[in-house]
């Protein structure tokens, strides 16, 4: 492809006015994106914009979505290997041009090989600042704020990232709707206390702490994965959290035996079908400990439990153990909403949430927080 005469080269360090969304390190010379919706967003002028990207995996390749002036207008996969992206060229060379570059897939905690970074940005404009936003929103939860099936026929039933999606997803269009800047930390099939499949160790609070502790892998650690996040460095006005579903689909699901240890570990059902009681009574300790954990690192923020996109069986554990927190530590911050659950008018890929459900559960939630933010 025909490149312009004009354009410079910019690595990310010296660009003044690049403004970063998700969770990463102070590194810059390369950004390293780590979780979904996290993004490079840029006022540009010029009539051309190339990234540098770096892609890296071994079973699930990243993805980016590319916004023009807020609207989607390109997807892709980032195969392996570093090179040069076209963002747009032929725009007019004096208008000013809002851009993001999002990373559309979720950190993969199953392939320790899967990397996105930045280095470089080429174009023959010039970046100007980018407005801050009124609020700022954490999104916590699971395959559903992964985006997982919100892109693809409903007939599609392979795990791979083309079904993921960012964007036709709750967290964008609440954020969109607030007119907030946000930050999302999910994994597919992780809960508050274990994850679908009783794995114990597959569980959000545990790595809530640091910048994205669940990836492995080398590459990932030493890029600073596992290093504790600076929360002081971006305080949410609402941290909405969106657990529980795989927490119930474990009480469904076959035991895990733990590979190192031997120990079992199931969420049981009673003869009746009931939830035995000590493991309901499990799952309410753990989300009241992650209460306190969600508390300690963000003490300003509007604590909102947000769950039933896929159903609401753990609805009442959750409203005893967040009105057990809150009796005991008088901490008025903290609800729970109801979401719409999903339909077979509003079901996407993998049996998961489609873009309509998402649209619904967003319209809920983002009514709900003008009302506590008002």
Not at 329 to 358: F, K, M, N, W
């Amino acid at each position: 492809m025909k490149e312009s005469d004009k354009l410079q080269v910019h690595v990310l360090s010296e660009i003044q006015n690049l403004k970063v969304h998700g969770r990463t390190t102070e590194q810059r010379a390369p950004l390293t994106l780590f979780w979904t919706g996290s993004a490079i967003e840029l006022q540009v002028t010029g009539s051309e914009l190339w990234v540098e990207v770096e892609s890296d995996y071994d079973i699930h390749e990243p993805w980016i979505s590319i916004l023009i002036n807020g609207v989607p207008v390109s997807r892709q996969m980032v195969t392996a290997g570093r090179y040069w992206i076209c963002i747009f060229r032929g725009m007019s060379e004096g208008t000013v041009k809002n851009v993001r570059i999002v990373k559309d897939v979720q950190a993969m905690s199953a392939d320790p090989g899967c990397l996105l970074q930045f280095h470089a940005l080429k174009s023959d404009g010039a970046f100007l600042p980018v407005e801050e936003k009124p609020y700022k929103i954490e999104f916590i939860g699971d395959s559903i704020t992964s985006g997982e099936g919100a892109i693809g026929a409903r007939a599609e039933e392979d795990w791979i990232p083309m079904w993921f999606s960012a964007i036709h997803n709750y967290t964008y269009m609440t954020a969109e709707a607030m007119n907030a800047d946000y930050r999302v930390v999910s994994q597919s099939g992780w809960g508050v206390l274990t994850s679908w499949d009783n794995n114990p160790n597959n569980n959000i609070p545990d790595y809530y702490e640091q910048v994205c502790g669940l990836l492995t892998g080398e590459n990932n650690q030493a890029l600073g994965a596992g290093d504790p996040y600076d929360f002081e460095s971006w305080q949410p006005d609402v941290v909405v959290i969106n657990l529980g579903s795989n927490d119930g689909g474990a009480f469904q699901t076959p035991e895990w035996r733990d590979p190192v240890t031997g120990k079992v570990h199931k969420q049981r059902l009673n003869e009746d079908g009931s939830y035995h009681e000590e493991d309901l009574t499990a799952f309410e300790n753990a989300v009241d400990r992650f209460l306190v954990k969600l508390r300690k690192n963000n003490p300003k923020a509007q604590l909102v439990w947000a769950y039933g996109m896929l159903g609401f069986p753990m609805m009442p554990a959750i409203y005893r153990a967040v009105d057990r927190y809150t009796k005991r530590t008088g901490d008025r911050g903290v609800s729970v909403l109801q979401l719409p659950d999903t339909t077979e008018e509003t079901i996407g890929a993998r049996t998961h949430p489609g873009e309509l459900s998402h649209r619904r559960a967003a319209e809920t939630l983002s009514e709900y927080l003008q009302g506590i933010l008002a």
